[in-house]
């Protein structure tokens, strides 16, 4: 019987996966006429439209069901794996500032390895691997062979530091991948799996120290140079802070209704260097706004931005 039941089971879960193809066709077409309007009346960039919004989703939802259909759980288990590869390749890239490199040349014939090592300080056949491993995600093009070039992908991060800052110092961030090595540690540590403070996490194991993330990256140390000063890491996080908010952020700038508010006063709590309320000024001028930081080595601060 519960065989019979876990095979009907399956029968209809299989059926519903076979109106993935009707969804993605009709999401397509979505996704076209979207595209078509916005060539007759530009947007801004930063939001699409709703129809365009909602196309994404199904598509990307519905590619996600073909993969679930016909992969191989064997290999599909391996393949996520190795996934931190392309997080750390893309690290590689952003920090020697590939896409600019690539942006100096002709998109039509690729930069040459040779050029890209020479000016990255890393060796040409390494490189090339970092490169093609991205490329076989979609992130560059090998237009021939050793020679890469920008796609729309890689194209978002010339000339912008905010985003590379991001990819650099938040969810790729050095101190974060090293922590992660310690989670399975951390974990299933009798101890430490109870606990329910962030000072007692995989980031203490992996860097040696009793201090939290935040105030890890507001420490004072020897730098390289021999004189003192905070960490390398702060600087980047607050840039990353501005990129991730540029590209999160502007959904939130036209779904809520802002307007409707007046005057009044929007408290921005752990808004880092304040990049939202900033944006949020320039749009609605009426507003105030006060930027709270959280950590104990500040004040909150009180003024008007316009």
């Not at 191989?72 to 920090?95: G, K, N, S, W």
């Not at 020697?96 to 056949?125: F, H, M, T, Y």
């Not at 540590?189 to 860097?207: G, R």
Request: glycine fraction near 6%; hydrophobic fraction near 40%; aromatic fraction near 8%.
């Amino acid at each position: 019987m519960y065989y019979k039941t876990l095979t009907i089971a399956q029968d209809i879960s299989h059926a519903n996966h076979l109106y993935s193809p009707r969804l993605l066709t009709e999401a397509s077409e979505k996704v076209i006429k979207a595209w078509e309007a916005e060539e007759t009346s530009p947007s801004d960039g930063l939001v699409p439209s709703q129809e365009l919004y909602d196309g994404r989703r199904i598509i990307m939802g519905s590619v996600g069901v073909f993969l679930k259909l016909v992969a191989d759980p064997r290999v599909r288990l391996m393949v996520i794996t190795h996934e931190f590869y392309e997080a750390r390749a893309l690290q590689i890239v952003a920090e020697a500032r590939i896409p600019d490199l690539l942006a100096e040349g002709d998109p039509k014939v690729g930069v040459p390895i040779e050029v890209l090592s020479k000016k990255a300080g890393v060796k040409g056949q390494k490189l090339a691997r970092v490169l093609r491993m991205l490329c076989s995600v979609h992130i560059f093009t090998e237009v021939s062979n050793y020679r890469f070039a920008n796609n729309h992908f890689s194209q978002v991060l010339v000339g912008n530091d905010p985003l590379r800052t991001f990819i650099l110092a938040s969810s790729l961030s050095y101190d974060i991948t090293t922590a992660s090595t310690k989670l399975p540690q951390v974990l299933f540590d009798p101890i430490k799996t109870e606990a329910e403070t962030d000072s007692v996490t995989a980031f203490q194991d992996a860097h040696n120290t009793d201090l939290t993330r935040w105030d890890w990256l507001e420490q004072t140390i020897t730098l390289p140079n021999g004189t003192t000063g905070r960490r390398p890491e702060l600087a980047n996080f607050t840039m990353a802070m501005l990129g991730g908010g540029r590209v999160m952020g502007p959904p939130l700038y036209t779904d809520f209704p802002w307007a409707e508010l007046g005057q009044s006063t929007v408290v921005d709590v752990g808004g880092g260097i304040g990049g939202m309320s900033l944006d949020l000024a320039k749009r609605y001028p009426n507003l105030r706004f006060r930027h709270s930081r959280s950590s104990t080595r500040s004040q909150a601060s009180t003024r008007r931005m316009v």
